[in-house]
């Protein structure tokens, strides 16, 4: 049984000054078993969330990394750097691909940096809305895959805990999902590109699938009823402690649905 995971990824929101305050009270208002919760705050926020989150059992994750581990790269932050300070770390997310034009090699790089450093990865892929509207998502998700992908160990991916988080680019931040059965249906083709294209066979199973964008306490629960789906990258609404509990709460409920279904305990 795959893992439900909600993930809040707070951008460039909050600060060091307020950032542990927020992490404390979203860990207990979303004290739930059988869900895996990691903040992802600005590089600044770290060590104030994980003070916070200290034995609370919430993990705490980087937003991005570079791939070399020092050296003269003005403003980056290198896996080195975030030893003791984040065990998670979100990739190849769509505003580093627009903004800093991130390509899918180098997103492969620092793939490769964080299962060498110990961080679990999200990889975050997903399609422009001319793209979907040209029929072309499941290419483009495909081609973004293969490219982080190229050369990695499946070994060595499946140990890191590697997290796929599915983020139509026209849906994050608009207020705008793709819907439940438009995003189990790519949750799927993901898992088809890892088995057959990169060879994976049945591992490819074992991936968990987010969906990301434009994810709230009165959605998400649409997401999760698809089994094809394991939780949610969530930007604007992780940063309210309501939305989060709401959140959590119903990943909560499917885990011990399909806890259930495989007549386990959740
Ligand atoms: C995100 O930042 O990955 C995201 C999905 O943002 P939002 O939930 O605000 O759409």
Redesign the pocket.
């Known amino acids: 049984m795959r893992p439900l995971i909600i993930a809040a990824?707070w951008?460039m929101n909050t600060t060091p000054a307020d950032a542990g305050e927020l992490a404390a009270t979203i860990a207990s208002r979303t004290e739930e078993p059988g869900v895996i919760r990691v903040i992802c705050p600005p590089y600044v926020c770290l060590a104030a969330v994980r003070d916070a989150l200290a034995g609370k059992n919430i993990s705490v994750g980087a937003q991005n990394v570079h791939h070399e581990l020092a050296g003269a790269y003005t403003g980056e932050i290198s896996a080195a750097q975030l030893a003791g300070l984040a065990t998670w770390v979100i990739l190849g997310?769509s505003?580093r691909r627009r903004d800093q034009l991130e390509s899918d090699e180098l997103i492969g790089k620092k793939l490769a940096r964080a299962i060498s450093s110990g961080l679990r990865p999200i990889l975050?892929v997903g399609e422009l809305l001319a793209e979907r509207e040209s029929g072309r998502a499941v290419e483009v998700v495909a081609t973004q895959l293969r490219g982080a992908l190229a050369g990695k160990e499946m070994e060595a991916l499946l140990n890191a805990g590697f997290v796929i988080?599915y983020?139509p680019v026209w849906?994050?931040?608009?207020g705008r999902t793709a819907s439940a059965a438009d995003a189990a249906a790519m949750a799927d083709a993901i898992r088809a590109t890892l088995s057959a294209d990169l060879g994976w066979g049945d591992s490819a199973e074992v991936v968990p699938v987010l969906y990301?964008?434009?994810?709230t306490s009165a959605n998400i629960a649409d997401f999760l009823a698809e089994p094809a789906i394991d939780g949610g990258?969530?930007?604007?609404?992780?940063l309210k402690p309501d939305e989060m509990a709401g959140m959590v709460a119903s990943a909560a409920v499917t885990a011990r649905a399909r806890a259930a279904a495989e007549g386990k305990t959740a």
């Open positions: 990824n951008k997310h505003e975050c988080a983020e849906a994050i931040g608009t990301g964008g434009s994810v990258l969530v930007g604007g609404a992780s």
